[in-house]
């Protein structure tokens, strides 16, 4: 808006007429001027603090800042009187593009669909001597070089809890910045309290590499915010608007996440959109095939550092999901005891691709017909990202993981990864295999079409990991990916549970309702339940009814959220849901089971 110059003022006859008073106008507009810049130029934390691996006696504190800072601490103690410093690091793949939902400002610097880099630390101190089952209070602080500082509010936090403990354990999965995340997640801090840890499978965001994913996307659900109770997420329902918050809880509980395939990134590239990028990984041994017949010439040196930051560049990484956490062993696949939990957690994920066989496809069953005569487009179906066939390394890992006193002695024995052994969903489909690659040609030699089968048979999950489970005593496998809520027994009495559903549910096959499988393939593909053969498991306590009136073993609603909390004081697994639609309505309790066996 233009401000009016004096003689036009003199058209209104409302305003006073003393220059006295033109002179406070302008200087109130300085004033709040100066008071907005100000602000803008105060340091902010990009986070809160949260908590990544305890020990008996320790715990780190994390938080992220867009300045390094040249001091950054945790306070606590009684009167916040002990300090630790914190060691700082700059992540080296968090990037915007024109698809981000930031400011216009920050828009305004992007061309075309070329990513920029946007600069972000990470601030980790480890807090020493505590004692288990002693909570205290913390404060982290960031020093800018200027001198300016910011802080954050005072939180609590504890070392691992002792052998015997109540604990209330969150269970979680496919946040994704989906709509009902923050209303899941604020109804598990009304309902619940303060949990004591915080056990996620997998898909924390959309693409790894955007940053306002995981801090600051302007419809208020990133990933952090959520968990901190710092989201502003409106969800519209029939009319009535509620904006929902999610729950401060890991400020007060470590996060132990597990892998999903939302936390891996394609084919690095400056010059095309974040999201082309995610959906470009390249098998790493068709990779290294290319490497060879391109080595004289890309590395002429022999150097190994330049070969392996080749190979990442052109198949997949995980850089960023491995920069935001610090996980125990530094692997993706790893073990920690917590309180009376052994929980075992497994990479267990491959690439998801379309189930669409139309001729422009790069899907799971096809690759697209234009690219049949250049393998280097070819998308490979969904590829697995990290091995877990007999004999890999991370399945002798498991073995023996399984075999180890830790685990062994466990009260509870719990494994959690991100892709279903059992489930309804549609993501269960095709079999945890490697793809099968069939070229058909014509007579002539002539591509006619390039297409994967996944014999199920061959499936490594059911084959080669479940009955290891079996056999070592597991008690519960909890997982997430087709963005649901359904639950399994077997035999012996282990339990599968699947508690992923916070919206953008790929729906529940059973009864009329069908998975697309492609006609006319070899393999079996399971167009209804659980192609491995389990019956799904009706709630305990007040299912949800079908349209029938029947209750329904499952949910896979876009309006209702459901969550699960594992009491380790009663051995209970207790989901809950809460529609959405009906924002004054209470969580109901809907299933309950004891984690033994």
């Known amino acids: 808006m233009l401000t009016p110059l004096p003689d036009q003022l003199e058209n209104h ?19 709040l001027g100066f008071i907005m810049q100000s602000y803008l130029n105060e340091p902010q934390l990009l986070t809160d603090p949260f908590l990544q691996l305890p020990t008996a006696k320790s715990v780190r504190v994390v938080w992220f800042t867009e300045f390094p800072g040249t001091r950054n601490t945790v306070a606590y103690g009684e009167n916040l009187s002990q300090i630790a410093a914190a060691n700082t690091t700059k992540l080296s793949r968090t990037r915007e593009d024109q698809d981000s939902r930031i400011s216009d400002e920050v828009k305004q610097s992007i061309i075309d669909s070329n990513p920029i880099v946007r600069n972000i630390w990470r601030h980790e101190a480890e807090v020493p001597n505590l004692i288990p089952g002693v909570r205290i209070p913390y404060r982290v602080t960031s020093e800018r070089k200027d001198g300016a500082s910011v802080r954050s509010k005072i939180f609590t936090f504890s070392p691992t809890p002792a052998a015997g403990s109540a604990l209330n354990i969150l269970l979680t999965s496919d946040h994704q910045l989906m709509p009902m995340t923050a ?104 990779a290294e095939k290319i490497y060879a017949q391109r080595a004289a010439s890309l590395n002429p040196n022999n150097d190994p550092s330049v070969r392996e930051i080749w190979l990442k560049n052109n198949t997949f990484n995980s850089d960023t999901y491995d920069e935001v956490f610090n996980l125990p062993g530094g692997k993706n696949y790893y073990a920690v005891t917590f309180g009376d939990v052994r929980l075992v957690t497994l990479y267990v994920t491959n690439i998801w691709r379309t189930p669409n066989l139309d001729p422009g496809a790069r899907g799971r069953y096809r690759e697209r017909d234009e690219d049949f ?24 890992w498991l073995q023996q993981e399984l075999k180890s006193s830790e685990f062994q002695q466990a009260k509870y024995k719990i494994v959690m990864f991100h892709h279903p052994p059992h489930s309804l969903g549609d993501n269960i489909v095709p079999a945890y295999t490697d793809p099968v690659q069939i070229v058909d040609r014509a007579l002539d030699g002539e591509t006619k079409m390039v297409r994967y089968e996944y014999p199920k048979q061959q499936d490594y999950l059911i084959r080669d990991v479940v009955p290891l489970l079996e056999t070592a005593g597991v008690q519960l496998v909890f997982y997430g990916h087709s963005h649901l809520w359904n639950r399994f027994v077997s035999s012996s009495g282990m339990h599968f549970l699947e508690t992923s559903n916070v919206g953008n549910s790929y729906g529940a096959f059973a009864g009329e309702k069908r998975r697309f499988v492609p006609p006319g393939y070899r ?69 309950e089971f004891k984690c033994e066996r």
Do not use: C
Request: proline share 8%; glycine share 8%.
């Open 13 to 31: 006859r409302d305003l006073p007429r003393n220059p006295w008073f033109f002179g406070v106008l302008i200087l109130i507009v300085l004033l």
């Open 523 to 591: 393999e079996d593909y399971s167009a209804i339940g659980d192609p491995n053969g389990l019956e799904p498991v009706v709630p305990t306590v007040a299912p949800l009814l079908g349209e029938d009136g029947r209750p329904l073993p499952y949910i896979d609603s876009n309006d209702i959220t459901a969550f699960t909390i594992f009491d380790t004081g009663e051995g209970t697994v207790s989901s809950y849901y809460f529609d959405t639609r009906k924002p004054e309505s209470q969580v109901v309790k809907f299933d």
């Open 373 to 396: 005569n250049n393998p280097e487009k070819w998308g490979y179906g969904q590829h697995i990202f990290e091995p877990i066939v007999k004999g890999s390394a991370q399945y002798t």
């Open 183 to 286: 209303a899941n997640l604020q109804k598990v801090a009304e309902t619940i309290g303060r949990v004591d840890a915080v056990f996620m499978a997998g898909d924390l965001i959309n693409i790894p590499d955007r940053a306002s994913e995981w801090f600051d996307d302007y419809q208020g659900r990133a990933f952090f915010p959520a968990l901190q109770g710092r989201a502003f997420s409106a969800l519209d329902k029939n009319g009535i608007k509620t904006v929902y918050s999610g729950g401060e809880l890991i400020q007060h509980a470590p996060l132990f996440p597990a892998i999903g395939n939302h936390e891996i990134m394609g084919r690095y590239s400056n010059s095309s959109t974040l999201y082309k990028q995610f959906h470009d990984p390249f098998p790493r041994a068709t």
